[in-house]
Nanobody, 128 residues
Framework: QVRMVESGGGLVQAGGSLRLSCAASGRTFSDYTSAGWFRQAPGKEREFVAAITSIGRNVYYSDYADAVKGRFTISRVKDLNTVYLQMNLLKPEDTAIYYC?????????????????WGQGTQVTVSS
């Protein structure tokens, strides 16, 4: 059984930082084509935040939504089977539930429908 568990959310003041973690069990992230982070704010649709794709042995490519470029960094530690999202210079508009997800077949990393496995989400709240 595949299970993905996020952690690291919380309450932070604007300008602060948080690091989200996503640990996968049942399969290794090397079995996935891409791992991504999405977020959903109250009353809004789920939106793409960042994704990391394996393009070779220990070589990865990262994608980011325009709203988080330069502030967020996605990374993975293969041996720990964990993907991270480092979030710096947080803004109140970053407040949302953050979900990690994994693809098992190639597809648009920006489209949530191409992901096969999802975590339960972790709340991030940024106060002004």
């Amino acid at each position: 059984q595949v299970r993905m568990v996020e952690s690291g959310g919380g309450l932070v003041q604007a300008g602060g930082s948080l690091r989200l973690s996503c640990a996968a069990s049942g399969r290794t992230f090397s079995d996935y084509t891409s791992a991504g982070w999405f977020r959903q704010a109250p009353g809004k649709e789920r939106e793409f935040v960042a994704a990391i794709t394996s393009i070779g042995r220990n070589v990865y490519y990262s994608d980011y939504a325009d709203a988080v470029k330069g502030r967020f960094t996605i990374s993975r530690v293969k041996d720990l089977n964990t993907v991270y999202l480092q979030m710096n210079l947080l803004k109140p508009e970053d407040t949302a539930i953050y979900y990690c997800a994994a693809q098992t077949a190639s597809g648009s990393v920006y489209d949530s429908r191409t992901y096969d496995y999802w975590g339960q989400g972790t709340q991030v709240t940024v106060s002004s």
